[in-house]
Nanobody, 122 residues
Framework: QGQLVESGGGLVQAGGSLSLSCVDPDDTFNIHGMGWFRQVPGKEREFVAAISAYGGNTYYSDSVRGRFTISRDDATSTVFLQMNRLKLEDTAVYFC???????????????WGRGTQVNVSS
């Protein structure tokens, strides 16, 4: 089981958009839920979004619902996080999580990426 690889982080102004991607080398990608979490220094890693196997259901934290969209492409084993109307408080390291199952808490995922930094400036 290989490690997930995130990409797409960077610096963006408040109100702007950024898209994250995560490739999962696991050959069972299609049958597992995928998710995104984020973490700032001194705080616990928090749930951002999750998508069920085959993309039938999506889940969001209250802080990002309506601004972020999670999606997946099973043909390329990739999960995406489209982030719109970014706020200063969205600044964090974003982690891709794989091999997940409902209800998609941290303990429900068994594969993780190393994280990608997202900085939102004023």
């Amino acid at each position: 089981q290989g490690q997930l690889v995130e990409s797409g982080g960077g610096l963006v102004q408040a109100g702007g958009s950024l898209s994250l991607s995560c490739v999962d080398p696991d050959d069972t990608f299609n049958i597992h839920g995928m998710g995104w979490f984020r973490q700032v220094p001194g705080k616990e890693r928090e749930f951002v979004a999750a998508i069920s196997a085959y993309g039938g259901n999506t889940y969001y934290s209250d802080s990002v619902r309506g601004r972020f969209t999670i999606s997946r492409d099973d043909a390329t084993s990739t999960v995406f996080l489209q982030m719109n109307r970014l706020k200063l408080e969205d600044t964090a390291v974003y982690f891709c999580a794989g091999r997940g199952r409902y209800p998609y808490s941290i303990s429900d995922f068994t594969s993780w990426g190393r994280g990608t930094q997202v900085n939102v400036s004023s």
